[in-house]
């Protein structure tokens, strides 16, 4: 990787999220806004340049002159904030996007406020729009102080309190502020008949929609009934995980973004933007334990009213969703994209949505299984489809699959797909026991038992002491710290505590947990990857059942050091402990809840 693309890009890390349940933008620490995508999660980007800063579109807004900045959040909200300190005086950005209440009309606007705070400040802005990736053309129209910016499938009006200009299609400006000034940029999806808005409208609709942002994700948190240690950490999971919700279906985004890469200048780049059934289920588990009962209830709908059921290769259920229930997902490049810091592909769409992956019943299930018991009962047609997923785990358990890891080198009989399969049966079966539904317990409980002595028997390696990826194998898988987590092993089983020093020496590094060795098994993909931040919390939860709770303790405190400025997570931590992957991700910072919570317990 050349200098020269690595000072084109800030670092993965430096960049806040803000979003209004239906779509999301990243906003570097420079002010800038490199991915943003209209109207929603999944839609062609509008600002790409994350992934190539030539060609695919920014929102650049910063002091014209050398600053320092720092970024924070507005407590306990999602509206963020950039510092700007200056040799002239201290200024900052305040970048929110209003959620829609209910029975509003979402209008996905995008709120930029400039201030001045102490002295003197010029600034400079410039929004330069590359709508469908970076591969539509767009006319502009500047009005009295608004900028109408067209392409064929979509509209953005931008509203300012300073004159803008044409920049080669683009829009420019400078402008000075002084202590107490403040200057408002208003982007809006356009429907042609709205009018701009004059300075004044723009600026009191601008503290309206402040104020009214805050008080909702103030008192969405409020519901939470976490008291713990590290309370500011699991509330910003909490809040970063309510923002990747699409909140007119309810489903779960894994990521925001596409493409960000698992190594500089590697292959592994690929599209996060859909809902994963493992990834929201997990998800809504995390949000159960801290008490926010609506979103679970929100993805049962999703699951119920969003997604056709019929059987395909990976059975009645895909592993992903578009955000709208849609089962295609076709998988394409983008050539005319580099990719961050010239990590091409660019991928759109997800080939894996044809994959078959067992573990996605047992992840539905679990969460099933407490939201039927912390949220509310199941309603005879959620049983009745409960009943049809666990007959067919039943049927088709042993089958070889992908696995968890979505490999692309070939199925095998991986273990973690088995213990998911037999958590699938566990679960759905203490559901009928607890509420007396009608289940074929006589069908169930043999299945499970020989799961679980199948797991015992040939996921075991005697040679290695520990449990293994797949059977008759000998590589070992970090999917196997998931065995005493969903209490199918004791914490302290002797075969569970060797299988846990044996992954500890083989594949934990300073808190740090990779996946499994893809050079000792294939995974069928080019180039090598970080470690998995979500393997690394869920070492720590084993460590802590395991009774560690020193050792446990001082991995959590240390995998927090990892996170950035504002303590979100993105999929993987390099050799050099930089963010890798997409940004930032649900899976993480669920499991970060997860290990923060039963950590919390066990200290007391």
Known sequence: ???????????????????????????????????????????????????????????????????????????????????????????????????????????????????????????????????GYGAHPHTLRLLDQAALFTSDALSLMLTATVPLKNDDNDVGTEFELSQGQTTVFILDQADGNAPPRNDLHAEAEAERAFTTTVAFWRGWLQQST????????????????????????????????????????GGRNWDYRYAWVRDSAFAVYGLLRLGFAEEAEAFMGFLTRSIPRREGPSGPLQIMYGIDGRSELPERELPHLEGYRGSAPVRVGNDAVTQLQL??????????????????????????????????????????????????????????????????????????????????????????????????????????????????????????????????????????LSTLEALGNELVSDSLVWRYDPKASPDGLEGDEGTFSICSFWYVEALTRAGRLNEARLAFEKMLTYANHLGLFAEQISHTGQQLGNFPQAFTHLALISAAFNLDRALG
């Open 359 to 496: 573990d996605i019943y047992g992840a539905l299930l679990d969460s099933v299984y407490l939201y039927d018991k912390w949220c509310r009962p199941l309603t005879s047609g959620q049983w009745r489809g409960v009943c049809d997923l666990v007959n067919w785990v039943c049927e088709h358990w042993d089958q070889p699959d992908e696995g968890v890891w979505e490999t692309r080198g070939g199925r095998k009989k991986f273990l973690y797909s088995r213990l998911m399969c037999w958590v699938a049966i566990d679960r759905a079966m203490r559901i009928a026991w607890h509420r007396s539904l009608p289940a074929d317990l006589v069908r169930w409980g043999p299945v499970r038992d020989t799961i679980y002595w199948r797991i015992l028997d040939q996921g075991w390696s005697p040679s290695r002491q520990a449990f293994t990826q797949y059977e008759g194998g000998d590589v070992l898988d970090a999917s196997a710290l998931m065995l005493p987590l969903t209490n199918f092993i004791a914490p302290d089983d002797p075969l569970w």
């Open 226 to 265: 976490y008291r713990g240690r590290w309370r500011e950490m699991v509330h910003r999971s909490a809040l970063t995980l309510k923002l990747l919700t699409y909140a007119p279906t309810g489903a779960i985004v894994a990521a925001p973004t596409t493409s960000l890469p698992e190594q500089i200048g």
């Open 1 to 131: 990787m050349n200098q020269h693309k690595s000072v084109r890009y800030l670092p993965i890390a430096d960049h806040g999220l803000i979003g209004d349940l239906r779509t999301a933008a990243l906003v570097g620490t420079d002010g800038t806004i490199d991915w943003y995508c209209c109207p929603t999660f999944d839609s062609p980007s509008v600002f790409a340049a994350i992934l190539d800063a030539d060609r695919g579109g920014a929102f650049e807004l910063s002091p014209a002159v050398p600053a320092e900045t720092k970024q924070f959040y507005f407590p306990d909200t999602n509206v963020l904030i950039t510092r700007f300190f200056t040799e002239d005086g201290l200024g900052e950005i305040q970048d929110f996007m209003p959620v829609a209440q209910a029975g509003q009309c979402a209008r996905h606007r995008l709120i930029r406020r400039v201030m001045c705070i102490r002295g003197r400040i010029l600034f400079r802005a410039r929004v330069a729009p590359r709508f």
